[in-house]
Nanobody, 135 residues
C-alpha cells in the first residue's frame, strides 16, 4: 500500500538540470505527505522539497529558485526538477512518505523561512538515487 521508487539520478555538469521521479501508489498519494531528502557523505540528511496531503508545496531557502516539486496524479509520481545545479548538490536523494507535514517556519527579523520536517518523522523511504554534479 505504501511504496516509493526513485529514479532519474545521474552525473551532470554544474549549471545543468536534472529531474528526479518518485513513483508511488495511489494510496500513498492520498494519505501521506511526500518529501524529497538528500544526504551527502558526512552531512545530515536534509529535506529539499515537500508536497503535502492538501497540495501545499515548499522548498527550503537553500534550494529556492532552483528546485521545484510537482506531481502527476495520473501517473502517481512525484517529481523534483533541479536547475542550476551546483557541486554541493551532490548527494543521495530519497523520497519519503509520512504524516501531514504542516507549514513550519523559522522567523527572524520580520522574515520567515520554511522548515521542512525531520527525517525521523517519516516511516517509509525509497532506496534513493545518486546525483553527482561536477565542475
Amino acid at each position: 500500500q505504501v511504496q516509493l521508487a526513485e529514479s532519474g539520478g545521474g552525473s551532470v555538469q554544474a549549471g545543468g538540470s536534472l529531474r528526479l521521479s518518485c513513483a508511488t501508489s495511489r494510496y500513498t498519494f492520498s494519505s501521506y505527505c511526500l518529501v524529497w531528502f538528500r544526504q551527502a557523505p558526512g552531512k545530515e540528511r536534509e529535506g529539499v522539497a515537500l508536497f503535502d496531503t492538501d497540495g501545499y508545496t515548499t522548498v527550503p531557502d537553500s534550494v529556492k529558485g532552483r528546485f521545484t516539486v510537482s506531481r502527476d496524479n495520473a501517473k502517481t509520481t512525484l517529481y523534483l526538477q533541479m536547475n542550476s545545479l551546483q557541486v554541493d548538490d551532490t548527494a543521495m536523494y530519497y523520497c519519503a512518505a509520512g504524516p501531514p507535514c504542516g507549514k513550519n517556519t523559522h522567523c527572524s527579523g520580520g522574515h520567515c523561512s520554511p522548515v521542512l520536517p525531520a527525517p525521523s518523522r517519516f516511516d517509509y523511504w525509497g532506496q534513493g538515487t545518486q546525483v553527482t554534479v561536477f565542475s
